[in-house]
């Protein structure tokens, strides 16, 4: 009973910030004003406050741009933990604009929708998301294309790499930097959280909604430690497949340290 009474007044606060932050951020999308890559993260800051869930940042994130952000992804958290983290911007798949709150959470934050079955549409959205990094915005990609159990980081597909690689020419510098983020889950009921907890928090493509939902706002409270590693210099002659290779194998050494409880460098 507590603890959907804790739920009740964590959704009215969040229905509460939703209705003062929205109509300005749907002005500052409408006029392209600045506003609208700071606003997300204060109202994400407020929902993950309210949900109980704690963020841990290792690393620091980088200052120069172009910047693209490689993350591991184990579910929808992650973007509520990376949007209170930073001003960013995500690259989502087409199907995500038509999902419920979802879907509108994800135009308001003016994501960038995808259609990797499209070849012939490829061109045109890694050209958007390069415009928009070479106009300073940092861009959040899931190369792993899908979501995992958040126990390891699946295959990273180099294809998805290709808007870094159209972002090079507008470059001041001929480079774009590509940082590695690890999000690992790591403690749930202020107790760590072993593989056998993890699917609370993580959300693999054949878990239905609507249920993991209802579980993860029944848990009350998720510790999740967020770490920024070692930035790649992706140039005009750098080998897509290489520069791929390292982010993986970089997130993949700093969330298998988070997970294991190991200080993260």
């Known amino acids: 009973m507590i603890a959907w009474l804790r739920v009740a007044l964590a959704g009215i606060i969040i229905l509460f910030a939703s209705i003062l932050l929205m109509p300005w951020q749907l002005l500052a999308l ?19 406050f309210c949900l109980g869930i704690r963020i841990r940042v290792h690393g620091k994130m980088e200052t120069h741009r172009p910047l693209m952000l490689c993350a591991n992804h184990s579910s929808w958290m992650d973007i509520m933990v990376l949007s209170a ?71 990273v597909k180099s294809s998805l790499f290709g808007a870094a690689a159209m972002a090079v020419p507008a470059s001041p510098t001929g480079a774009v930097v590509i940082q590695p983020v690890a999000v690992a889950y790591t403690g749930v009921y202020g107790l760590p959280m072993g593989r056998y907890h993890r699917p609370l928090a993580s959300w693999p493509g054949d878990v239905e909604m609507l249920p993991h939902l209802k ?41 298998g340290a988070a997970l294991r409880g190991h200080k993260v460098a």
């Open 30 to 48: 409408r006029f392209d004003w600045k506003l609208r890559r700071r606003l997300p993260r204060i109202w994400h800051r407020i929902v993950c």
């Open 85 to 155: 983290v930073a001003d960013v911007a995500f690259i989502a798949k087409i199907e995500v604009r038509e999902w419920p709150i979802f879907g509108t959470l994800a135009k308001l934050q003016k994501s960038v929708f995808v259609v990797r079955e499209e070849k012939r549409k490829t061109g045109h959205q890694a050209n958007e998301i390069a415009t928009r990094m070479a106009d300073g915005e940092i861009v959040v990609l899931f190369p792993e294309g899908t979501t995992s159990d958040g126990n390891r980081l699946l295959e």
């Open 215 to 255: 579980d993860m706002l029944r848990c009350g409270a998720f510790e999740v430690d967020v770490c920024f590693g070692e930035a790649v210099e992706y140039r005009g002659d750098s080998n897509r497949k290489e520069v791929s290779a390292t982010i993986a194998r970089r997130i993949r050494t700093m969330l």
